[in-house]
């Protein structure tokens, strides 16, 4: 039967008919420019250290590091987020904002190899204190107020070291404030911020604390990271950091958060980034390895359901592989 009354029944399935159809009409396409890998960088020389639970992903001194970036720049890459994993650690986090850092170190040997490569750094004080936590812990309780001077004090650190953006993922409040003015006062006002407005405190997080070496020593992060339940928070929180002088907005994780991710691209007018997290890539990993899924099919097809939901910018550790799929598209 083709029709149902006076109208001829739809035919859907013509726009679908051929790969070049299909091309033709899509509503959402995934480009290299929409995607920020994040790299994991420790003190030394001459290293490369494989993370168990992050298949294919390792921690690289910072002589690595820029042989894997440029590999990286090869395959279409053109920003990176880098995470430090210092050698000592104290109840100070001293060694977040110091000139000689890892992080700082990294971004000068960056920088001085590839000028116009995108660094982003990630600014939180977890990997550098002594009880894993995000803040300065005073009577067993992350103190928010007597953390933003340190968080402050490590976003100007990597300003100075070339970082183009800091990423702020502690979710203290007020933090975005604290180091807008930092930056300011300091002469990098041209120094943007990419805030982690929307941090969940998940599940989907343990394999990054094997790579980063920042479990809490105590209890969780509940009481500054958002509650999973929640959605009305996180525009919230967002609309906030963008008071307070945030440039960029991050949900975080993004696959069970998309709806979030839609929330804010519908209510926000600057971008919205997600992160495709370490037990999202994780997950993709073991399964592909038992032979139960084909992993460039659901990498390519979770990376356009993140930005169908609206992300215009995806942090994903499968970034550097989706980069060699995609030219085969």
């Known amino acids: 039967m083709t029709k149902t009354g006076r109208h001829a029944t739809p035919r859907y399935r013509r726009l679908r008919a051929t ?188 394999p990054f604390r094997e790579a980063a070496g920042s479990p809490p020593q105590f209890g969780d992060r509940a009481t500054y990271q958002m509650d999973p339940a929640n959605q009305r928070e996180a525009l919230k929180e967002a609309e906030q950091d963008v008071a307070e002088g945030a440039d960029i907005v991050m949900v975080k994780p993004a696959l069970a958060y998309l709806d979030v991710v839609a929330l804010l691209r519908r209510e926000l007018t600057v971008p919205v980034a997600a992160y495709n997290v370490s037990g999202e890539y994780s997950m993709v990993k073991a399964a592909a390895a038992k032979n139960w899924l084909k992993e460039r099919d659901v990498v390519l097809e979770t990376l356009t359901a993140i930005k169908r939901a609206g992300a215009d910018i995806i942090i994903s550790y499968h970034a550097q592989d989706a980069l060699n799929w995609m030219k085969g598209m």
């Open 19 to 206: 790969p070049a159809i299909r091309d033709l009409v899509r509503e959402t396409t995934l480009t290299p420019h929409d995607l920020i890998q994040p790299f994991f960088v420790v003190e030394g020389t001459n290293k490369k250290e494989a993370i168990a639970s992050l298949p294919g992903i390792c921690r690289y001194s910072p002589d690595q590091l820029v042989r894997t970036i440029a590999d990286y720049q090869k395959r279409g890459g053109r920003a990176g987020l880098l995470f430090g994993v210092p050698r000592a650690k104290d109840n100070r986090a001293s060694r977040a904002y110091a000139a000689n850092a890892i992080v700082p170190v990294a971004i000068r040997r960056i920088k001085k190899e590839f000028p116009k490569f995108l660094v982003l750094t990630d600014v939180c004080l977890c990997a550098y204190l002594t009880h894993g936590h995000c803040g300065v812990v005073q009577g067993g309780v992350i103190d928010n107020d007597k953390s933003l001077p340190l968080l402050a004090k490590m976003a100007l650190a990597h300003a100075a070291a070339g970082a183009d953006f800091v990423a702020p993922s502690d979710m203290m409040d007020g933090r975005v404030q604290a180091i807008r003015e930092a930056l300011d006062k300091n002469d990098f006002s041209n120094v943007g911020i990419l805030s982690y407005a929307a941090k969940y405190a998940s599940a989907y997080y343990g």
